[in-house]
C-alpha cells in the first residue's frame, strides 16, 4: 500500500470533524475500508482520535488496529504491508492511526473459583446474569426484547454464547450457563429462536418458557426503553457477568473487526463500534471485560453519571490476553434489531375480537369474509388440553386444538399469504416438543426411531413462511413443534401417491384466480377407535384437509379425506394411499367439531353432489389433482 499523496484544503463541510464529511468516512469504512481487514495482521478499521505519543488527540482519523506494530523493515516477514499515512476520500486527505491492539470473544473458556450472585440460577431471570447454550459456557443476558412480528419476549445475547459451532435452532438454552452450573436439566430458560453472524453483528435470541424475568438489569436497576447511536466519546456503562459494573468511552466507530470463532466458524468480520476505558471510573484490575460478559449491554450515561435507559451496544468482543491496553468492541443496535426481527418494547394489544397478524390462524383473513376456527363437540373439548381456559394453541400464522388423549391435533387451522411466500430452508431446525404445551400430551421423537414412520406436517411448513423476513422464520421454526405432527407412512408423505395430498394448496393457487392470492386451510387427523396401537400410540390412519379461498367475491370451499394403510407397517409393499373428495359433514362427523355455517355453506363438493343423478355409485379417489373441480 503505498502512502497517498496530500491534495488542497478543503472546505468547512469537508474536514474530518464536520458532520457532513463524518458520514462519508463511515461509508467507506463499511465498504471500501472493511478490504484492508484482508491483511492478515490488521485486526480492525474504523474511525477514532489519532493518538500522539500513546495518548489520543483531538484530530479524526481512520484507525487502524494490527496485532503487532513493527518496523517498515519487518512487514514482509510478518506477510503484511504498510498502511498508508492518509486516506484520500472525497478530495480530503484523511490521516490515519495505527495501533496494537487484537480482540477475541467474551465467553467464559477457563473454571472459576468465585461465586457471586450472577452465576447461579435466579427467579425471575435478570439481564446480566449468566446464561448459554447448553453446548457454550457462559456468557450475559444483555435484554428483554421482543418479536416485531408477534410480540413474544425473548433474551437477547450473542451468536456465540445461544447458538455457537456446536449449536442449532431449536437448541435449549439455560440460566445459568453449564460452566457455571452443568446441571443444565434444571436450569432450562427456553430455546435458541434466531441467531444471526456478520456485519451486521453477532446476535442472538431465546425464548423464556416456564420462567419469569425482570427487564431491569442486574446492579444498575434500569429497563432499556430506546436504541441509541453512539458516538465518539460518549460515555457507557454496562452490567456482565464476570466483571459486574464497568464504564467506558467510546474510541472508536464504524468499526469492522476480525474475530476468530474457531472451527467450523472460523474468522468472520463483524461490524460496531470500540469502547476504551473511563479514567474517571477505573474498572477492577483495569478489565472494562472479561470471558462471560458476551452479551451484555453497554447503556449510555447521563450527565449526572447515571445509567440512562437508552442502549448503545451490545458487547461481544474484548482484548485479547497479553495486549497493553483494554478495549471492547459491541454492536450497534438497530443493525441487530433489524436482522433479528426483534424490538425493544411489546406490540400494543389488538382490540377485543380482531386477531393479531402474525400470531396464530386469522379468521378475517379471506377478503371480506371471516372464516372461524371449529367449535369441538363437548366430549372433544373436555379432553382438549387448554391454556387460560382455551382449548385453541396459537403459533405462527397457524393455530390448533390438542387431544390430551390422543396427543395429536383435532384440527390444525393455518392461512397462507401466496404474495409473500418466502423460500427458506429447514436445515439445523430440529423437531422437538412444544414447550408451551405439557410433554405427557405430545407424541415425541421415540415413536419415529427405526421404522418407517415419517414425523408428518399437518399446516406445512411452506405454507408458512410468508410475511416479513422475521415473521417467515419464526413460522419455519413453529411448524417442526410435535404439536404439528401426525405419524405418516413414508411412502405418503415422500411418494408420488402422497403427493397428490401435498400438492392440494399449490393446486388451488394453479387452477382458480384466488382473491388477493389468500387461502385458509383446516387439517388434521381423524381418529378412529380401532386405529393400529404401535409402541403405545393410536396411529391414526385417515386424515381430513378443508381449503377455503375467495374466487369472484365469492368465499369457496373443499374438503378431502386421505387414508393410508398401516396393516403392514414394518413391510416394504403397501397398499397405495388413496384421497378422495368429502363433503364438509362428513368430515365434521368423522371428527366431532362443526366448521362455522358459512364455510358449509361454500361447499363445492355438497354442491357438485345435489346436482348429480342418484345412483352412481361408490365414489372413487383422485389420481391426480387435475380432476379437482375447484
Not at 430458560?189 to 434466531?194: A, M, N, Q
Not at 416456564?210 to 434500569?222: P, Q, W
Request: proline share 5%; net charge neutral; hydrophobic share 35%.
Amino acid at each position: 500500500m503505498s502512502k497517498t499523496k496530500k491534495t488542497n484544503k478543503s472546505s468547512s463541510k469537508n474536514k474530518p470533524d464536520s458532520s457532513d464529511f463524518m458520514e462519508k468516512l463511515k461509508q467507506y469504512v463499511r465498504t471500501t475500508g472493511v478490504d484492508f481487514l484482508s491483511d492478515n495482521n490488521i485486526s480492525s478499521i474504523g474511525i477514532g482520535y489519532k493518538t500522539v505519543d500513546g495518548k489520543p488527540t483531538k484530530e479524526v482519523a481512520i484507525q487502524f488496529t494490527v496485532e503487532e506494530k513493527v518496523a517498515p523493515d519487518v512487514l514482509e516477514s510478518l506477510e503484511t504491508e504498510m498502511i498508508p499515512a492518509t486516506i484520500e476520500i472525497d478530495g480530503v486527505a484523511v490521516p490515519t492511526d495505527v495501533v496494537q491492539r487484537k480482540f477475541q470473544t467474551d465467553y467464559a473458556v477457563v473454571a472459576e473459583n468465585a461465586v457471586n450472585p450472577r452465576k447461579v440460577r435466579i427467579e425471575p431471570i435478570e439481564p446480566g446474569v449468566s446464561v448459554a447454550n447448553i453446548n457454550v459456557t457462559a456468557g450475559t443476558i444483555g435484554c428483554i426484547v421482543y418479536d416485531s412480528a408477534n410480540g413474544t419476549p425473548y433474551i437477547l445475547s450473542n451468536w456465540h454464547v445461544l447458538h455457537g459451532n456446536k449449536g442449532k435452532i431449536g437448541d435449549d438454552v439455560v440460566q445459568p450457563g453449564p460452566r457455571d452450573d452443568n446441571r443444565v436439566h434444571l436450569n432450562q430458560l427456553g430455546k435458541l429462536v434466531r441467531s444471526h453472524l456478520g456485519a451486521a453483528g453477532d446476535c442472538a435470541v431465546a425464548s423464556i418458557v416456564g420462567r419469569n424475568f425482570s427487564k431491569k438489569i442486574f446492579g444498575l436497576g434500569v429497563e432499556v426503553e430506546l436504541l441509541g447511536e453512539p458516538e465518539l466519546d460518549d460515555k457507557v456503562i454496562k452490567s456482565g457477568r464476570t466483571t459486574d459494573i464497568t464504564h467506558g468511552i467510546v474510541t472508536r466507530i464504524n468499526v469492522m473487526v476480525k474475530i476468530n470463532y474457531g472451527n467450523p466458524t472460523g474468522v468472520q468480520a463483524i461490524g460496531g463500534f470500540e469502547i476504551g476505558p473511563d479514567e474517571n471510573n477505573p474498572a477492577a484490575n483495569n478489565q472494562i471485560s472479561q470471558p462471560g460478559d458476551s452479551g451484555s449491554v453497554w447503556l449510555f450515561k447521563s450527565a449526572n453519571g447515571k445509567s440512562t435507559k437508552i442502549m448503545a451496544g451490545l458487547h461481544f468482543a474484548g482484548e485479547g490476553p497479553g495486549d497493553p491496553n483494554d478495549h471492547a468492541i459491541a454492536c450497534y443496535p438497530r443493525s441487530i434489531f433489524e436482522k433479528l426481527g426483534i424490538t425493544i418494547a411489546p406490540s400494543a394489544p389488538q382490540p377485543s375480537g380482531e386477531a393479531s397478524y402474525g400470531i396464530g390462524y386469522n379468521p378475517n383473513f379471506l377478503p371480506g369474509n371471516t372464516v372461524n376456527i371449529p367449535k369441538l363437540s363437548t366430549t372433544n373439548e373436555n379432553n382438549a388440553y387448554k391454556k387460560n381456559g382455551s382449548s385453541t394453541t396459537s403459533y405462527t400464522h397457524f393455530s390448533l386444538a390438542l387431544s390430551k388423549i390422543r396427543r395429536f391435533a383435532y384440527w390444525v387451522a393455518w392461512n397462507i399469504d401466496g404474495g409473500s411466500i418466502k423460500k427458506l430452508s429447514r436445515d439445523g431446525i430440529p423437531f422437538i416438543l412444544d414447550p408451551n404445551v405439557p410433554a405427557s400430551f405430545q407424541v415425541g421423537d421415540a415413536l419415529y426411531k427405526n421404522n418407517r414412520l415419517d414425523r408428518g406436517h399437518i399446516a406445512r411448513r411452506a405454507d408458512l413462511l410468508w410475511g416479513n423476513l422475521a415473521e417467515a422464520q419464526k413460522a419455519n421454526v413453529d411448524s417442526f413443534f410435535f404439536t404439528n405432527m401426525t405419524p405418516q407412512m413414508d411412502n405418503f408423505n415422500q411418494g408420488s401417491k402422497g403427493g397428490i395430498w401435498g400438492k392440494l394448496e399449490d393446486a388451488v393457487f394453479e387452477d382458480t384466480k384466488v382473491q388477493d392470492l389468500r387461502v385458509s386451510v383446516f387439517g388434521g387427523p381423524i381418529f378412529n377407535t380401532d386405529d393400529r396401537v404401535y409402541r403405545g400410540v393410536k396411529i391414526p390412519r385417515e386424515f381430513f384437509k378443508v381449503i377455503a379461498f375467495v374466487e369472484n367475491s365469492k368465499l369457496k370451499a373443499k374438503g378431502f379425506i386421505l387414508t393410508q394403510n398401516l396393516n403392514q407397517l414394518e413391510a416394504f409393499d403397501l397398499d397405495e394411499f388413496k384421497v378422495y373428495e368429502a363433503q364438509l359433514n362428513e368430515i365434521e362427523d368423522r371428527c366431532g367439531f362443526k366448521f362455522p355455517d358459512n364455510l358449509k355453506a361454500s361447499d363445492g363438493f355438497a354442491e357438485s353432489l345435489r346436482n348429480q343423478p342418484e345412483g352412481l355409485g361408490e365414489r372413487q379417489p383422485i389420481e391426480s389433482v387435475n380432476e379437482i373441480s375447484w
